[in-house]
Each structure stands twice: as structure tokens, then as C-alpha cells.
């Protein structure tokens, strides 16, 4: 069983940002897809960005060039910065890993974001 822990949340003025981490207790290295997903209020869980583990990147519509995911391997972990936070983007963020050789899922337990003034 792979263990997700994120952090980074916390709470935010309109237009700050954050950096939230995930890492993993499995090697990522060539064997995982990482995602970032989130849950806002009155909404499904919604995939936020996902990278492989080739470094091929996607955002959903809503991220417009404010968040970046990154992952450093050496260190098992996903990163995603995350800027010009808006009120909308307050929610819980979760890490995902799917990995390869087992096709087997994994969520985190999610972070808290809050962007309020």
C-alpha cells in the first residue's frame, strides 16, 4: 500500500500563492503518473494538473497559466505552485499517484486551501 502525505496548505489573501507538496513511501521514478485534484464547494472532486512520469503536463481550464505541477523523483515527491489564487480556488486539494507495472491508484489525504481577504 503506497502512503500519499500532502503539504503546503494554509490560507491565503486573493492573488497570493502556494506551494503544496506530496510525497510518496514508493519510488516514482519511471513507474507513476502524479496528479493534483481538488474539491470546492458544491463541486466534484476535479482534476486540477497531472504529470507523467515522463514530465508530459496537463491543467484543467480553470488553472489559466496560475499553477505549475513538478515532481522531483529523487525525492518521490509532486509539487504544485500555485498563483494568483482566487475565493474560487478554496478547497481540499488531493495528491494522486497511479502506478504503471500495477495499475494500481492511490489518493492522499488532502490539504487545506483558503483564499479569503
Known amino acids: 500500500q503506497v502512503q500519499l502525505v500532502e503539504s503546503g496548505g494554509g490560507s491565503v489573501q486573493p492573488g497570493g500563492s502556494l506551494r503544496l507538496s506530496c510525497s510518496a513511501s514508493?519510488?516514482?521514478?519511471?513507474?507513476?503518473?502524479l496528479h493534483w485534484h481538488r474539491e470546492v464547494p458544491g463541486k466534484q472532486r476535479e482534476l486540477v494538473a497531472r504529470i507523467t512520469s515522463a514530465g508530459s503536463t496537463n491543467y484543467a481550464d480553470f488553472v489559466q497559466g496560475r499553477f505549475t505541477i513538478s515532481r522531483d523523483d529523487d525525492r518521490n515527491t509532486v509539487y504544485l505552485q500555485m498563483n494568483n489564487l482566487k475565493p474560487e480556488d478554496t478547497g481540499l486539494y488531493y495528491c494522486?499517484?497511479?502506478?504503471?507495472?500495477?495499475?494500481?491508484?492511490?489518493w492522499g489525504h488532502g490539504t487545506q486551501v483558503t483564499v479569503s481577504s
Open positions: 494522486y499517484a497511479y502506478y504503471y507495472a500495477t495499475r494500481q491508484d492511490y
Open positions: 514508493e519510488s516514482t521514478a519511471n513507474s507513476a503518473a
